[in-house]
């Protein structure tokens, strides 16, 4: 019988022996919740985002759009 409070793998459920995998009982496990992130499979909660605008917000962090959506001085 498992010991009580063992980690189990979040994917399969196995009881997680090995510290160089945890928080997965191996290294398939670990692969195969990479694989859905990667896939879009996992996704995090929010607003849809257009891409082009998040982009801009990184390559011109002082010109982003104010609250009634002009853009600022700086941007000139």
Known sequence: MDSPGAMRCPLCNEVVTSVA???????RCRS?????????????AGDPVDPAVELDR???PDCAASSDGAKE????
């Open 73 to 76: 001085s700086t941007c000139d």
């Open 32 to 44: 195969a919740d990479l694989g859905r992130w990667l896939d879009g499979s996992y996704r995090i």
């Open 21 to 27: 995998t945890r928080p997965f009982c191996s290294d």
């Open 58 to 60: 990184e390559v011109f």
